[in-house]
């Protein structure tokens, strides 16, 4: 969800992911900038997913920190 300091946005990283894979990573992003605090986007994955840790950043705030991970574990 975005803060008050927008924009944001939510870009998967292929690098940083247990597939490598580009297109899943840009399946699981959001690049369109959200402009207003409060505005969210969502991502599911998928069952079948490779276990492991998916990272992604915020374009504009990268460089500041603005990172997370994902950590899919067995159920
Ligand atoms: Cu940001």
Known sequence: M????????VVFDAANNPTKSADLAKSFSHKQLMMTP?????TTFPEDIP??????YCEPHRGAG???IITVEQG
């Open 2 to 9: 975005n803060n008050k300091v927008p924009p944001h946005n």
């Open 51 to 56: 276990l492991g840790s998916y990272s992604y």
């Open 38 to 42: 409060g505005q969210e986007v969502k």
């Open 66 to 68: 603005m990172i997370g």
